[in-house]
């Protein structure tokens, strides 16, 4: 992958120093310029981005507590895997708010993503490392524990670089789901056909696998990826890490029943999006012969 690591996101909410509790609350009515100071000075202290938290999470903003908690220090490879999580994001979301209204006449609006270690909280309830990297549609987050990853970290190179842009993106599938609404019509035709369950959940993965795709085709043509990265990097992340939107946004789907679809179909719907870069080949629902779930 070719990218230049730039910083944080502005849509990156930092809690990787905070969660599992041990900081402190700071504001809730405004911090006045003294405390907006102070946050620039830490944030240049730290390198991380305590201006962006406090902006993006409406005037609250927790920093660790220098008493309680000591600051963790992050590797230099989790570090990266921050910014390249960040330059993601943001290359990921400036190609939908171009493409989502050009192709489906629905404008686009910015997910946040969430770094965390070990455990926060989320719209979806409770997200700990173990849950793997997912998109909350309740607040429109994308959580991801960067420490979940030291297994992609560990294939080196290009390839582990594109498994984990490759996740990214396909949280901000789901998120592109949610603003077409066609995750509010899954569950509904969930409820109707219980027996359809797993099948429609399979459905919804490969569509944001879809999605990402389609990110990756405009990536490819502006040099961000390659047919190396794509090649080895996709096997990796179907195999690590893959959100379990199921469960966290209903609580009771049992992991031996949920799937994803085989790494086959993963990689097929993939391609679709990354050949044609067209919303419109991600519609795994029709493909099946199901009516529902159109852009
Ligand atoms: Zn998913």
């Given at each position: 992958?070719d990218?230049?690591?730039?910083?944080?996101?502005?849509?990156?909410?930092?809690?990787?120093?905070?969660?599992?509790?041990?900081?402190?609350?700071?504001?809730?009515g405004?911090?006045?310029?003294?405390?907006?100071?102070?946050?620039?000075?830490?944030?240049?202290?730290?390198?991380?981005?305590?201006?962006?938290?406090?902006?993006?999470?409406?005037?609250?903003?927790?920093?660790?507590?220098?008493?309680?908690t000591?600051?963790?220090?992050?590797?230099?490879?989790?570090?990266?895997?921050?910014?390249?999580?960040?330059?993601t994001?943001?290359?990921v979301?400036?190609?939908?708010?171009?493409?989502?209204?050009?192709?489906?006449?629905?404008?686009?609006?910015?997910?946040?993503?969430v770094l965390?270690?070990?455990?926060?909280?989320s719209g979806?309830g409770a997200?700990?490392?173990?849950?793997?990297?997912?998109y909350?549609?309740?607040?429109?987050?994308?959580?991801?524990?960067?420490?979940?990853?030291?297994?992609?970290r560990r294939?080196g190179?290009?390839?582990?670089e594109?498994?984990?842009?490759?996740?990214?993106?396909?949280?901000?599938?789901?998120?592109?789901?949610?603003?077409?609404?066609?995750?509010?019509?899954?569950?509904?035709?969930q409820?109707?056909n219980?027996g359809?369950?797993?099948?429609?959940?399979?459905?919804?993965?490969?569509?944001?696998?879809c999605?990402?795709?389609?990110?990756?085709?405009?990536?490819?043509?502006?040099?961000?990826?390659?047919?190396?990265?794509?090649?080895?990097?996709l096997?990796?992340?179907a195999?690590?890490?893959?959100?379990?939107?199921?469960?966290?946004?209903?609580?009771?789907?049992?992991?031996?029943?949920?799937?994803?679809?085989?790494?086959?179909?993963?990689?097929?719907?993939?391609?679709r999006?990354?050949?044609?870069?067209e919303v419109?080949q991600?519609?795994?629902?029709?493909?099946?012969?199901?009516?529902?779930?159109?852009?």
């Open positions: 992958m990218w230049t690591p730039g910083g944080l996101s502005r849509d990156v909410e930092d809690r990787r120093d905070s969660s599992g509790g041990g900081g402190f609350g700071f504001g809730g405004g911090l006045g310029i003294v405390g907006i100071l102070f946050l620039l000075v830490i944030s240049l202290i730290t390198g991380r981005n305590y201006i962006g938290s406090y902006l993006s999470g409406g005037g609250r903003v927790t920093t660790p507590s220098s008493s309680s000591r600051p963790v220090e992050h590797s230099a490879a989790e570090d990266r895997s921050a910014q390249l999580v960040s330059f994001l943001d290359d979301q400036q190609t939908w708010e171009k493409l989502l209204p050009e192709q489906t006449q629905h404008p686009y609006r910015h997910a946040k993503l965390f270690r070990g455990y926060t909280r979806c997200a700990q490392s173990q849950t793997g990297p997912f909350c549609p309740q607040d429109e987050k994308v959580y991801i524990d960067l420490s979940f990853w030291d297994e992609l294939l190179g290009g390839t582990a594109f498994a984990q842009a490759y996740v990214v993106a396909h949280e901000l599938g789901h998120h592109v789901q949610n603003i077409l609404g066609i995750e509010q019509q899954m569950r509904q035709l409820a109707r219980p359809a369950k797993n099948q429609l959940s399979v459905m919804l993965e490969l569509q944001a696998d999605l990402a795709g389609v990110w990756g085709h405009s990536a490819e043509a502006r040099g961000i990826i390659h047919q190396d990265d794509v090649d080895a990097g096997k990796a992340a195999a690590v890490g893959d959100d379990h939107i199921q469960k966290m946004s209903r609580g009771a789907v049992s992991p031996e029943s949920f799937t994803h679809g085989s790494s086959e179909q993963r990689q097929t719907w993939f391609m999006g990354l050949k044609s870069g419109s991600c519609n795994t629902f029709q493909s099946a012969g199901r009516s529902s779930g159109s852009f």
